[in-house]
């Protein structure tokens, strides 16, 4: 079982930044690649990107392409979201997620989830 963990949502104003982390814990992540989601009121869950286990490999969704960024350190167990060029269109609860492999993410095919975390950008 692998617990994760998201913090360092927030609000924050269009155009402005935020990282999100995602912290994981019990039986190691190792070999997982993990994914960022996000829930917007009112609409099913979506895709934003995933990396691979060694941080080789990345995917993003068109939206984000170029404005978020996911990076991981796996000596620390945790993973990151840095979210540029913020919108209000970005609002949403914010998820982690491990899975057997970026593509597998992209799918929906996820292992664990995290609990998430709240973003809310103001216009």
């Known amino acids: 079982q692998v617990q994760l963990v998201e913090s360092g949502g927030g609000l924050v104003q269009a155009g402005g930044s935020l990282r999100l982390s995602c912290a994981a814990s019990?039986?190691?992540?190792?070999?997982?690649?993990m994914g960022w989601f996000r829930q917007a009121p009112g609409k099913d869950r979506e895709f934003d990107g995933a990396?691979?286990?060694?941080?080789?490999?990345?995917l993003y969704a068109d939206s984000v392409q170029g404005r978020f960024t996911i990076s991981r350190d796996n000596a620390k167990n945790t993973v990151y979201l840095q979210m540029n060029s913020l919108k209000p269109e970005d609002t949403a609860v914010y998820y982690c997620?491990?899975?057997?492999?970026?593509?597998?993410?992209?799918?929906?095919?996820?292992?664990?989830w995290g609990k998430g975390t709240l973003v809310t950008v103001s216009s």
């Open positions: 990396i691979s286990w060694g941080g080789g490999s990345t």
């Open positions: 997620a491990a899975c057997p492999g970026v593509a597998a993410c992209r799918s929906g095919l996820v292992h664990y």
């Open positions: 019990g039986r190691t992540f190792s070999g997982y690649s």
